[in-house]
């Protein structure tokens, strides 16, 4: 079982990393902090254990009777979702720090700070909901997508 959730994470990781290449793209040609954003958000989410995203895999597999890889961008959607939840989490709760390193909204806080910002709280909370927001509306658009 520990293989196969690991095979699930390794792919969901994948399929992650070319989706969110495509977007940083377009992130980055709005302004440069779109690209950082973006990387800072696969980062996130491909340092959790996937454990929903490969569960809905298996749910799946188990249901068909059968192994496959067609459900792995819903995989990727709810890991979205739950980067999404867990960035907006950290906000409200002030929690400086997720999986033993800052969390977004304070490493950008701390970026704002040193840049020398007059309101380096405000901009690493706002930046950071807009990255839990924009985690929210990518995972939508893999759903968008996904074939069933």
């Known amino acids: 079982m520990n293989r196969y959730f690991t095979g699930k994470r390794e ?6 990393r070319g989706f969110l ?10 302004h440069p902090l779109g690209a950082d ?3 800072r958000l696969f980062r996130f989410t491909a340092e959790g254990k996937m454990l929903r995203g490969a569960l809905a895999c298996l749910g799946y597999d188990l249901f ?6 067609s459900m792995i961008s819903l995989g990727a959607a709810i890991e979205l979702f739950q ?3 867990l960035i907006h989490d950290d906000i409200m709760d002030r929690d400086v720090s997720r999986r033993g390193k800052p969390s977004l909204f304070y ?3 701390q970026k704002a700070l040193n840049e020398n910002l007059s309101d380096a709280f405000h901009a690493g909370e706002s930046l950071a909901i807009c ?15 996904n074939p069933f």
């Open 11 to 16: 792919k969901i990781t994948a399929y992650l």
């Open 21 to 30: 290449d495509n977007v940083q793209k377009n992130f980055s040609a709005i």
């Open 37 to 39: 954003l973006i990387d």
């Open 64 to 69: 068909r009777n059968s192994a496959d890889d």
């Open 83 to 85: 980067s999404a939840l």
């Open 107 to 109: 490493h950008y806080q």
């Open 131 to 145: 990255a839990g927001d924009a985690a929210f509306f990518l995972a939508y658009e893999i759903l968008g997508k």
